[in-house]
């Protein structure tokens, strides 16, 4: 199993970046998946989630409104949309399913002016 984050960046306050994961080793289309992240000095959370078919997403209440999760099963990739990003979004974002056994390296999401 393997997840490869991209997409991350230093962003002003306002601003938007779009992060992708490519994921391989399992059969992707069956599986929910989610965005995590972890800011320095806290425990990882999960931010967005959505089931496989793409029916259903929830996000979590301090992204609710300003981040999008999507995913294309042919490309076996999962998207995050983020808009009106604010400084308490920097974090190192992941991608991994609803029940992770391993991590990827993660992208770094910076919002500071």
């Known amino acids: 199993v393997q997840f490869v984050e991209s997409g991350g960046g230093l962003v002003q306050p306002g601003g938007s970046l779009r992060l992708s994961c490519a994921a391989s080793?399992?059969?992707?289309?069956?599986?929910?998946m989610r965005w995590y992240r972890q800011a320095p000095g806290k425990e990882r959370e999960w931010v967005a989630h959505?089931?496989?078919?793409?029916?259903?997403?929830n996000y979590a209440d301090s992204v609710k409104d300003r981040f999008t999760i999507s995913r294309a099963n042919a490309k076996n990739s999962v998207y995050l949309q983020m808009n009106s990003l604010k400084p308490e979004d920097t974090a190192v974002y992941y991608c991994?399913?609803?029940?992770?056994?391993?991590w990827g390296q993660g992208t770094q999401v910076t919002v500071s002016s």
């Open positions: 991994n399913t609803v029940a992770p056994i391993s």
């Open positions: 080793g399992f059969t992707f289309s069956d599986y929910s």
């Open positions: 959505i089931n496989n078919l793409s029916t259903r997403t």
